[in-house]
Each structure stands twice: as C-alpha cells, then as structure tokens.
C-alpha cells in the first residue's frame, strides 16, 4: 500500500511539473492569460515569505509586487535546474533584501495586519479567543523581527515554508552547513525573545525547539 502510495504521488507530481513547464513556456511566449495564472498560483506564497522575511503588512506587498514583476521579466533565465518555487523564493528573497537595505534607515513599527487571505484556513474563533491569538501571533512577530537577518531567513524559510536545507541553501547562496548552524541559531534567538516576552504564553515557547 505504501508503495503504491509513493508511486501515486510521485506521478502526481511529475504531472504538476510537466503543467507547469507549459505555462512557464506560454509565458515566455508572451501568453497574457497563461502569466497572469502564473501570477496567481504563487502571490499568496510570494506574499507569505515576504511579509515573514519583512514583518511589515505595506512593505510585503510591495515586495510581492516587485518580485512577481521581476519573475515575469526574468522567466528567460530560468533554466529548469532547480524546482521553479526555488528560483522564485531565491528572486523574492533577493527583492527582500535589497528593500531592507533601501528602508534600513527608517523606523518602522510592525503592522498586526492580518493576512487576510488565509482566513479561510481555519474556523472562526469567539471574540475573546481571536483578541488573544493576534495579540500572541502579533508578540511573535515582534520576536522574529528582532532577530538578525541572516537568521531570520533561515528560520523563515524552514520553519514557515517548510522549505528542505538544500533548497535554502540554493536560494540564499550559502553552504548547507551554514544553514544549519544559522538555523539552529535563530531558534535559538527566537527560544530567547519568546520566553522573554510576557505577552506570549509559555506553550508557544516550549514549541520552539533548541
């Protein structure tokens, strides 16, 4: 049964990738449908990492926009060596970074806007419960922000999209073992700034592993 399982998955997604091939090569061909489906797919993953790399709601959109723009304007230098979420978190990482730099200078509080897109994601909570759970999700923010950048990303990439150590490695132009010691590392950080912070209860901070 586990065998037919893997082979099922396996074919299902060697079928995803092929899809995917055709609409990446529409794109190239100037396809306006086909790039704005691209677009589609992939905002709310492009938003998502950048608004965890950024932690401000305004500068994530920016990001986002000029990073699907700049997937669109880059697609001929896409080679197929990697997965295509791979290059594109790589350019949306890069976007990320450059933004940080330009806004370095500036102070800016984190937004607790919510993303608003992934409310479906899960049931409505009572009054009470919900005020609690973006004032933690909002604390933990907080706590992420104040990490390093180097760190941060990391963190970012594995803990919150999930993303394997080769793969991080490939997008921020790293060794391996480097993203293993900044990984553990920013737990580390995070542990510490979460255990820290009243405003957290302690089941979020046991979560956090060493």
């Known amino acids: 049964m586990g065998v037919a399982v893997a082979i099922c998955q396996e074919a299902g997604r060697v079928a995803a990738e092929s899809e995917e091939s055709r609409l990446i090569a529409r794109c190239r061909a100037g396809d306006r449908a086909a790039q704005e489906l691209l677009v589609r797919r992939y905002q709310e993953q492009v938003?998502?990492?950048a608004y965890g790399l950024l932690g401000h709601a305004e500068d994530a959109?920016?990001?986002t926009q000029e990073a699907l723009v700049a997937m669109l304007r880059s697609l001929h230098s896409f080679r197929?060596?990697?997965r295509f979420q791979t290059w594109l978190y790589r350019l949306t990482t890069n976007v990320c970074l450059m933004q940080r730099r330009r806004h370095?200078?500036?102070t800016r509080l984190l937004s607790d806007t919510p993303l608003e897109s992934y409310d479906h994601l899960s049931p409505e909570p009572d009054p009470e419960s919900a005020m609690m759970t973006r004032e933690v999700q909002s604390a933990v923010r907080q706590c992420l922000r104040r990490i390093p950048s180097?760190?941060?990303?990391?963190?970012v990439l594995r803990e919150l999209e999930g993303l394997a150590y080769e793969e991080i490695a490939e997008i921020l132009?790293?060794?391996l073992g480097t993203v293993q010691s900044r990984l553990s590392r920013g737990r580390r950080l995070l542990r510490d700034a979460i255990l820290n912070d009243e405003r957290i209860p302690s089941p979020y901070?046991?979560?956090q592993n060493p």
Do not use: C, M, N
Request: aromatic share 8%.
């Open 47 to 49: 938003y998502r990492l």
């Open 61 to 63: 959109r920016d990001a």
């Open 80 to 82: 197929g060596d990697a």
């Open 104 to 106: 370095q200078s500036r």
């Open 150 to 155: 180097e760190f941060r990303a990391v963190v």
């Open 173 to 175: 132009h790293i060794p």
């Open 205 to 207: 901070a046991r979560g």
